[in-house]
T-cell receptor, first 112, second 115 residues
Framework: GQQLNQSPQSMFIQEGEDVSMNCTSS?????WLWYKQDPGEGPVLLIA?????ELTSNGRLTAQFGITRKDSFLNISASIPSDVGIYFC????????????FGDGTTLTVKP | NAGVTQTPKFQVLKTGQSMTLQCAQD?????MSWYRQDPGMGLRLIHY???????DQGEVPNGYNVSRSTTEDFPLRLLSAAPSQTSVYFC??????????????FGSGTRLTVV
């Protein structure tokens, strides 16, 4: 099946620093999604990307859909303590959105 | 709207017991899925449904059954619980198969321990 490699596995940063994480796949996807999971909760969608090369922002978050359709990255600028959590990438084929493939997640810790 | 509601939030089972994890959504979404999350691992797909009456297997279906008799409900049944099924289970839904659907809405999870 399709596999997603998400890196880094974990990050420890100071408040105010910028963060970058990425996902790569052996297969192409039609949609890339980025989610955040807070402790004890389900993942919440942050950004959805639908076109190769697309660059989309949501506040301090920016994500890009790689032009090869096999990768995506997420940047967080000027991190704050509430950015702490696990960030997941996910890939979808447009013909079967119910079968999203998820990366293993990046755990972010922000030191005040 | 409540979104995706999962019950129970916590459950402890003995090996060999069976139980049903409930999931309901009130957004009229076609697609519903069950994922399990284990420490240090991403979300692995157990089963999914593309609409009422239609289900299919995901990556890790063994030991689980599902049915979809209505658009709203998508229960997950553990047939004979095993310690390897100790995990956090998430139900999720999305409006339709393709296009710019905006990804999943997740429930808050069921934390299952099998002893």
């Amino acid at each position: 099946g399709q596999q997603l490699n998400q890196s880094p596995q974990s990050m420890f940063i100071q408040e105010g620093e910028d963060v970058s994480m990425n996902c790569t796949s052996s297969s192409i996807f039609n949609t890339w999604l980025w989610y955040k999971q807070d402790p004890g909760e389900g993942p919440v969608l942050l950004i959805a990307l639908y076109k190769a090369g697309e660059l989309t922002s949501n506040g301090r978050l920016t994500a890009q859909f790689g032009i090869t359709r096999k990768d995506s990255f997420l940047n967080i600028s000027a991190s704050i303590p509430s950015d702490v959590g696990i960030y997941f990438c996910a890939g979808q084929l447009s013909t079967n959105a119910g079968k999203s493939t998820f990366g293993d997640g990046t755990t972010l810790t922000v030191k005040p | 709207n409540a979104g995706v509601t999962q019950t129970p939030k916590f459950q402890v089972l003995k090996t060999g017991q069976s139980m049903t994890l409930q999931c309901a959504q009130d957004m009229n979404h076609e697609y519903m899925s069950w994922y399990r999350q284990d420490p240090g691992m991403g979300l692995r797909l157990i089963h999914y449904s593309v609409g009422a009456g239609i289900t299919d297997q995901g990556e890790v279906p063994n030991g689980y059954n599902v049915s979809r008799s209505t658009t709203e409900d998508f229960p997950l049944r553990l047939l004979s619980a095993a310690p390897s099924q100790t995990s956090v289970y998430f139900c999720a839904s999305t409006p339709s198969a393709g296009g710019e659907t905006g990804g999943y809405t997740f429930g808050s999870g069921t934390r299952l321990t099998v002893v």
